[in-house]
């Protein structure tokens, strides 16, 4: 008996029962699960398609856009990746020739990564399907330079390009593994045929400033700085996307696999380079966990590999990897039948109450747009959920997004709308914390949410400012003079903030923190047509050291905006 369970384990059929069960619940997971903050973000992508988005590449959204096309809700987001991540399943199968099929299934499916990307609509997902589609055509290039094997290898390059900027650090760990690659005529073929399929993404990143490039490279690493906790994040981020009860298994047969051919050797290259890479950089900044996701596909195939031919405790490694995808399976339970929407984790509760949520907001609001302060995500989780118009006001210390180049700003301006926070404060870091005055409150999720009705919605976001100074050393608690162009991108004239007060702010901000703020100049009902030139007079802090310059327009009670990009400034003695 226990001979004949073994030879099914060793079945063809076995694996592919399993894999119609691992499609079958992805499938109900992914129509009865409300969606991640960040999966509401990517469908807000969707509903207006192009060549680039302010912070990812494009592929996310047309994947999402095709699913809607043939499925409505939360199965229309969701149904090309549940797809996808069956396709992931095959591929390694492929790619691992597995001996013995339960052991894949209990060693894959106990990862959390591949747990979250068989139902969740993130880039990663698709991202991670292009990586080891890569590595399955680049098995096959390695062996015959075929046409085939040559397209099929420009078209995962492609895929993953156009699913996340990562695709490059896989290329070049690759490229390094073998670097007779670039005496190959078909390298050169292969590289000319990428570069062309993403022609229409490069230009539309010239077309805006190359918008998303800056924001990986600048925007987001304003606070960057040695911290302990970015370390110890980075590591703990890493255990949990693997399995912290089997990490041990899969780091110990990662080092002792052996490199056999030019492919094992891509895969060791990549792993080691995306966490070496990582580690690194956590020195510096803090390090998203998904960020390695790349590395998980060769790491766990060639663990694996290593694994299967080896002579190890099967009983202690099924009995953890059982106890962690139990626990997997009690977190999918919960989030799919809403059973803690105002308790657990916060990134669980991303998934539950926003139907109950949106109709609220959307009952309070009574057909007027609303305007969420520094959250493109709940803005998007309201659009998703009632149809309705909603906008992020974005202010210095938070981000630009997807909702600043959608031009949904400036047609809200002079309406009446209701702007909503889950604080009445809209920023207390300053001396004098701005606030909404004599707010409303709505329960949500649990807690007291405030809003306010604006009979004349004004914000500026949309206005940028363009710096004149020529220099960035300044003595401190000197007196300066600052060039200013405040530029208005539209074709139309903007009236400023009639009767609502507007000024022109200069900032000097350490990290995120305002440190010296100051009210410059007013300029409510100022005309502006194309530009207007000023020059801002504000004295330099007294304290030495770097700080971030910033020059906004701030409107009413609302905090100051992001009108331009970084500016770094150091204050000297």
Known sequence: MQHRTKKIYKKESFFYGVLLLWLTVNIVQAAVTGLLNDEAYYWFYGQNLDWGYYDHPPLIAFVIKIGEILFPGYLGVRIVVVFLSAGIILLLKVLTRPNDYLLFAVFFFSVFIFQSVGFIAVPDTVFIFFVILFLYAYKHYLKNESAGNILLLLLAVTGMFYS???????????????????????????????????????????????????????????????????????????????????????????????????????????????????????????????????????????????????????????????????????VRINIAFNLSATKGPKILRQFLGWQTAAKDIAETAQGRPVVFSCSYQNASQYIFHTGRQAFTFNNLFYRKNQFDLAGIEPRLQGKEVIFIKDTKYLDDHYKKPFEMPEPDSILLFGKWWYYKNIERYYSYNFLNVKLGLEKHKFKAGSTITVPVDLINPLDSVINISPGVDSYLTVCFAVKNRPYQYTEVEKITGLRLKKSYHTQLTVKVPEKSGKYFLWVSVQTGWLSPAINHRVFKVKVVE
């Open 164 to 330: 996340k900027y990562f695709a490059f650090p896989v290329v070049m760990f690759t490229v390094l593994s073998n670097i007779s690659l670039i005496k190959k005529r078909s390298f050169w073929i292969i590289l000319f045929g990428v570069t062309v399929l993403l022609i229409p993404h490069l230009l539309w990143q010239i077309k805006h400033d190359f918008v998303t490039i800056y924001f990986h490279l600048k925007e987001r690493n304003v606070n960057a700085d040695f911290a302990l906790s970015n370390i110890f994040g980075f590591i703990g981020g890493q255990l949990l996307l693997l399995n912290p009860l089997t990490v041990y298994f899969i780091v110990k047969y990662f080092f002792k696999g052996e490199v056999r051919d030019k492919f094992d050797r891509a895969m060791v290259f990549n792993v080691v380079g995306f966490f070496t890479l990582a580690f690194f950089l956590s020195f510096f900044k803090r390090i998203e966990a998904n960020w390695t996701v790349a590395a998980m596909a060769p790491l766990l195939i060639f663990s694996y590999k290593s694994l299967q031919k080896s002579n190890f405790n099967r009983k202690v490694f099924y009995f953890l990897a059982a106890t962690g995808m139990l626990l997997i399976l009690l």
